[in-house]
């Protein structure tokens, strides 16, 4: 049963690193030439998500802690 658990937690673990680097392949892409048909609006999404974490105030701030928490 613990090996499972190990096995699935390094399946989640590497899904979410191949996550953040097409995250960031597509905020370069979106830097580069604009709109792209293949990761779409990156910049205004991700910006969107700033943007409601900061009207959020407080909570807004203990979920961007958290999130950079989790993806260290």
Not at 21 to 30: D, E, F, K, Q, R
Not at 57 to 71: D, H, N, P, Q, S
Request: proline fraction near 0%; glycine fraction near 16%.
């Amino acid at each position: 049963m613990d090996n499972a658990m190990k096995m699935i937690g390094d399946i989640v673990s590497s899904l979410t690193k191949i996550l953040v680097a097409v995250i960031g392949l597509g905020v370069v892409a979106g830097i580069v030439f604009g709109d792209t048909w293949f990761f779409g609006d990156v910049l205004s999404n991700l910006l969107g998500v700033v943007s409601s974490l900061g009207d959020a105030g407080l909570v807004g701030l203990l979920v961007a802690a958290i999130l950079i928490g989790l993806l260290k």
